[in-house]
């Protein structure tokens, strides 16, 4: 069973906008903590931005070289996380995951099967 369905990925040219949509079905949305991985061929899957839950404050966070450029966000009413990503570059060309995250309050953790992103002219 898909818990956590990936859509929005695509093909972009350099300095182009996409936004990444995942619609979480575990029933623990709001109370998880949500995020972005992604895995370049032949790398390991790397963090891209996360976003704490609400009684933590929503706080996010970003690699390095993403920040300024991406912005992960979360509706708790629709069960659903984004990453818009804005100035898009071949580096970024992945495999983006979602990744729901309970383990710090005792819960489980999920990933979706992930979303093709390719940056390239």
């Known amino acids: 069973q898909v818990l956590l369905v990936e859509s929005g990925g695509g093909l972009v040219q350099p300095g182009g906008s996409l936004r990444l949509s995942c619609v979480d079905s575990?029933?623990?949305?709001?109370?998880?903590?949500m995020g972005w991985f992604r895995q370049a061929p032949g790398k390991q899957r790397e963090l891209v931005a996360t976003?704490?839950?609400?009684?933590?404050?929503?706080?996010?966070n970003y690699a390095d070289d993403v920040r300024g450029r991406f912005t992960i966000s979360r509706d708790n009413a629709k069960n659903t996380v984004y990453l818009q990503m804005n100035n898009l570059k071949s580096d970024d060309t992945a495999v983006y995951y979602c990744?729901?995250?309970?383990?710090?309050?005792?819960?489980?953790?999920?990933w979706g099967q992930g979303t093709q992103v390719t940056v390239s002219s």
């Open positions: 575990t029933n623990s949305f709001s109370a998880y903590a």
């Open positions: 990744n729901a995250n309970g383990r710090p309050w005792g819960g489980l953790e999920y």
């Open positions: 976003i704490d839950n609400r009684a933590n404050g929503g706080t996010t």
